[in-house]
């Protein structure tokens, strides 16, 4: 019996044209998963149908990709533990985090099958309050929720907004580039999301130094996303996004960003087992190769061109 919610008729269209889903094939292709799931005994921790089927999404139903993801998955998040672990939403510390509000979910979209938004907000990362990777940590919580909970985001895919306002040098000199690349990882090649859009706001001199970067932390699709450069314009972004969708903060009538945090703020700590619970996903072979202390790129397979060897961290940026 399938556990898995029905979707709307819209959704189901966007899916069966973009992906390949076929309603009638959707039990085999689960137990096909399932069944290959429970082979793999370095691959510690179960995924329910839901989850399984936002995977299978996010590779056009390819039982190929879909199982190279599902491994990928759970091999990053095993050498990025840091990230996935420690991540009780009543803990003091990790609420802290969330409270900042980085990185947001829209809750409203101009079609209920375009991407859905996701506001970042580089310069709330507080240096003094936390660390990157409790940013990031924070962001793979809401993730987890989301390919669950979220057929729209899953089926049509995601758009960011990143807003770029009052980022100083210090904030890009806590990003070091072994950690931006396996991040780039995590949220890229073993996530179910298609990314759709890419809009930066309030760009900071030297943009063309930060951009080459950012650019090669891309997957080769992601780069070939139409990536836009707004400068401080909200008439400009909002020739993409109409107000009625955004917050007050953005000249949107949405109303103030933090009504969407204090959602997410209720919606994690509702959801504390199941992330509790995500956390102790892993593969065994990769948590053996750390315990080792085996190179990473030995334990992790990554794309052959990866990232364009690019070391160190910004540091060695001279911004403008």
């Given amino acids: 019996m399938l556990t898995i919610r029905p979707i709307s008729s819209d959704l189901a269209d966007v899916a069966k ?5 076929d309603p009638y094939q959707l039990k085999s292709q689960l137990e096909v998963l399932n069944s290959w799931l429970n082979e793999c ?13 936002s995977f299978l999404r996010g590779c056009k139903f390819s039982l190929v990709k879909t199982k190279e993801k599902l491994s990928l998955f759970y091999r990053i998040r095993t050498i990025l533990r840091q990230v996935v672990q420690n991540r009780d939403p009543f803990d ?26 996701f506001i970042i907000r580089v ?12 940013v990031i940590k924070i962001g793979t919580m809401i993730n987890d929720i989301m390919m669950r909970d979220d057929d729209q985001v899953v089926i049509c895919g995601m758009c960011l907004i990143i807003d770029l306002a009052r980022v100083t040098a210090a904030h890009l000199f806590q990003f070091e580039m072994e950690f931006l690349r396996q991040v ?8 179910p999301f298609r990314m759709r859009g890419i809009h930066i706001l309030n760009p900071p001199p030297g943009l063309h130094t930060v951009m ?6 891309l997957s080769q699709k992601n780069q070939d996303k139409r990536i836009f450069v707004h400068g401080s314009s909200l008439s400009s972004l909002h020739k993409h996004f109409p107000r009625e969708i955004l917050p ?14 204090d959602f997410w703020e ?35 397979s990554f794309r052959e061109n990866d990232f364009f060897g690019i070391d160190g961290s910004f540091r060695k940026l001279e911004l403008d």
């Fill in 266 to 300: 209720m919606k994690l700590r509702n959801n504390r087992d199941y992330l509790l619970e995500m956390a102790e996903l892993r593969d065994s072979q990769a948590e053996e190769a750390q315990r080792i202390q085996l190179p990473l790129k030995q334990s992790v």
């Fill in 184 to 191: 780039a990882i995590l949220y890229q090649d073993a996530s």
């Fill in 17 to 21: 044209t973009e992906l390949n889903e």
């Fill in 248 to 261: 007050t903060e953005y000249d949107g009538l949405l109303g103030p960003i933090q009504t969407c945090l």
């Fill in 123 to 134: 310069a709330q990362f507080d240096l003094e309050k936390c660390s990157f990777a409790d």
């Fill in 92 to 117: 003091k510390h990790v609420l802290q985090v969330i409270k900042l509000g980085v990185g947001i979910p829209l809750p409203e979209t101009a079609s209920p099958i375009d991407p859905r938004i």
């Fill in 212 to 217: 080459a970067i950012f650019n090669s932390l």
């Fill in 41 to 53: 005994a370095m691959l510690c921790g179960t995924l329910n149908d839901q989850i399984l089927l």
